[in-house]
């Protein structure tokens, strides 16, 4: 099994940088489309909305993916892309599995019961649904979706990413196969 990663760069909207979020997914697919991969696993951090329960540091798969973004094409007045995204969950972790919404910039909650963001997820899933690649997602979290999110984002990262990688492991070691092909 050949298995095709999607690590996320924490620079994108942590820094002077312009984020390159789904434009940057959409771009890898030329990529996968001369290839084939039989999966696909999504590793990053995430921002955690407060009162969602999840504490900096914390590490889940993913099991839904939403949009919610700015950037959407066409002439779509409402935010929200009505489609949502249901990823794998290995088993045993399916009760443990969270919400995530694609947006940016550290969007506050606004009540879809999403429970974290990222920016390159939703993309990926698209991406994924389009080439018929199942889709593993594993976050971490290294800061809540506040006033201090940036900063809390730098200093927490590593710590937080060395957490989620025992998730990335586990699920690694129930695939079989080269794991050669890596972007990031």
């Not at 760069?9 to 084939?36: F, N, T, W």
């Not at 696909?40 to 329960?53: D, E, K, L, Q, S």
């Not at 594993?138 to 989620?164: M, P, Q």
Request: proline share 3%; aromatic share 10%.
């Amino acid at each position: 099994m050949m298995v095709f990663f999607f690590f996320q760069a924490e620079d994108g909207i942590r820094d002077a940088q312009e984020s390159r979020g789904l434009g940057d997914v959409y771009k890898r697919q030329k990529m996968l489309s001369k290839q084939h991969y039989q999966g696909v696993i999504n590793f990053g951090c995430c921002g955690a909305y407060p009162g969602r329960g999840i504490a900096v540091g914390a590490s889940f798969y993913i099991g839904e993916v939403r949009h919610f973004d700015v950037e959407l094409p066409g002439d779509v007045h409402n935010p929200f892309d009505d489609r949502s995204f249901h990823l794998r969950v290995p088993s045993g972790h399916e009760g443990t599995a969270r919400v995530c919404r694609t947006g940016w910039r550290f969007s506050r909650d606004v009540g879809d019961g999403s429970d974290c963001e990222d920016m390159e997820l939703y993309g990926v899933a698209s991406l994924c649904e389009a080439f018929e690649l199942p889709l593993y997602a594993i976050k971490y979290v290294a800061n809540l979706c506040n006033d201090s999110a940036h900063e809390d984002c730098e200093a927490n990262a590593v710590t937080a990413r060395a957490n989620g990688e025992l998730l990335l492991f586990e699920l690694l070691s129930q695939t079989e196969g080269p794991r050669t092909s890596t972007t990031g």
